[in-house]
């Protein structure tokens, strides 16, 4: 039984997952609120796929890339029920589940993951169907302007910088039941850990300068 959760993007979204069938999932899309929605969603789910926690075997994780803060929410949370429940803890770099749901929805070719990196960029991933969908590029943090693309581009940071993306069009957010999705066809997964591709905002004091 897996718990999957990602909290990279503004949207807190939570699945249970019994092998490949999805039992229950839910999604609020709140940029500043990912501390008060996530441990209810993660409660809620259960109660909806009738699941004790206890029964849960694995926990899977959106890693980013994304803004420190919610990206945080969601790595926590993930390790302290790992930890609490004695199962693994596995990582996906939330663009490839974005790549996934556009993937699942039609989208064939070439194409780019885009998402909303704040400060006027955006984190992308460069994406193709030939052969199997895989990642050829990236994931990058840039300007939007940086790496405009005329093709096809899901994400909210393609809709966002519409003029950079034309080809822009859904999924916006990651869903946590294409995480579950991944992660039951066997797909490469990462380390829990966070991936930032920048430095935080809050940073530790240097040390202080000595004064003659």
Do not use: I, N
Request: proline share 8%; with cysteine; glycine share 10%.
């Amino acid at each position: 039984m897996l718990l999957a959760l990602d909290t990279a993007t503004p949207a807190v979204t939570v699945a249970v997952a019994d092998g490949d069938r999805v039992l229950a999932e839910r999604t609020t899309v709140d940029a500043r609120r990912h501390g008060e929605l996530l441990a209810p969603a993660v409660s809620g789910v259960l109660a909806d796929a009738g699941v004790d926690r206890r029964a849960l075997t694995r926990v899977a994780v959106g890693v980013g890339p994304g803004p420190f803060t919610g990206l945080r929410v969601g790595l926590v949370t993930a390790r302290m029920l790992g930890a609490t429940l004695g199962v693994p803890v596995v990582g996906v770099c939330t663009l490839d589940v974005l790549a996934l749901q556009a993937a699942e929805e039609g989208l064939a070719g070439p194409f780019r993951v885009v998402t909303d990196a704040r400060r006027k960029e955006v984190h992308w991933a460069a994406y193709d169907t030939v052969g199997g969908l895989h990642r050829v590029e990236g994931p990058h943090v840039d300007r939007p302007s940086a790496v405009a693309f005329e093709g096809p581009a899901v994400g909210a940071g393609a809709a966002l910088y519409a003029d950079d993306f034309p080809g822009h069009r859904p999924p916006t957010h990651p869903a946590a039941a294409t995480l579950c999705a991944w992660v039951a066809r066997g797909l490469p997964l990462v380390d829990p850990e966070p991936l930032y591709l920048r430095r935080p905002d809050a940073m530790e004091p240097g040390a202080r300068k000595r004064v003659l």
